[in-house]
């Protein structure tokens, strides 16, 4: 009977024994780490790929901005003259750009136009002159100031809006060229750019006059330049406002 008794009771005690050493496993299954964001033991913690502070997959670098220096030096709405060849010659019908500091005063100016005669004023029916087509352009100043090598452009949009902010349609551009002081006339330009500044000039289609002349007398021009280098491209875009028809 005691043997009975005893053998119970210590079948017993095994039993708690077995039931707490289970107990202790299944507590020492569960994490007892912290991570890197003070998330405890056993908690749930969802970090999103790439950001928060439990690891996941490393967000690329953003690509690279082209760095570019841009204005609108001027703009000059009027027709839309036939194109020329502009391998090497000069772009005669876009005005030259302002000079940056005024000539000495003992320098002499420009000569002055030579009167028009004999067959220049017949041109039109009944002995009338008629001025020359004046091109629509736009001249723009552009440098880039990081680059260690050339940076390529492209004049991307020219749009004309009304003085209210609406839009009047896009100027088409061409014939980019590039102003030379040394003769002081615009040249054929291959659009590539460097840390110096650089004038240069586009033809652009007219404007609808149809349309535009009835939308006010000043207007905005807006131009948007993709620059390229280093196999990026970034968008940039100046403008100008108050302009009115030539």
């Not at 009835?214 to 100046?238: F, I, K, N, P, Q």
Request: with cysteine.
């Amino acid at each position: 009977m005691g043997m009975s008794h005893l053998s119970s009771t210590t079948v017993g005690v095994i039993a708690g024994l077995a039931a707490a050493f289970a107990a202790c496993s299944r507590q020492a299954d569960r994490p007892t780490t912290t991570d890197r964001g003070g998330a405890t033991a056993g908690s749930a913690t969802t970090n999103p790929p790439g950001g928060g502070s439990g690891g996941g997959f490393a967000t690329p670098p953003p690509g690279e901005a082209v760095a570019l220096e841009l204005a609108v030096a001027s703009v000059s709405l009027a027709d839309d003259c036939p194109e020329r060849p502009m391998a090497t010659g000069p772009t005669a019908s876009m005005p030259a750009p302002a000079p940056s500091p005024s000539p000495p005063l003992d320098e002499p100016g420009p000569p002055a136009a030579p009167p028009i005669t004999g067959a220049a004023a017949k041109r039109a029916p009944g002995g009338r002159w008629t001025p020359p087509c004046q091109q629509t352009s736009v001249q723009l100043t552009v440098r880039a100031p990081d680059a260690t090598a050339p940076v390529t452009l492209r004049l991307a949009r020219v749009e004309l809006r009304a003085a209210d902010g609406s839009s009047l349609g896009w100027l088409i551009p061409r014939e980019p060229s590039q102003w030379d002081e040394a003769t002081r006339t615009y040249l054929a330009w291959d659009q590539r750019v460097g840390a110096d500044e650089l004038r240069a000039g586009y033809a652009l289609s007219a404007p609808d006059w149809t349309v535009v002349g009835s939308r006010g007398d000043l207007y905005t021009v807006e131009v948007t330049v993709e620059a390229s280098a280093g196999g990026h491209t970034s968008t940039h875009t100046a403008q100008i406002s108050g302009v009115s028809r030539v």
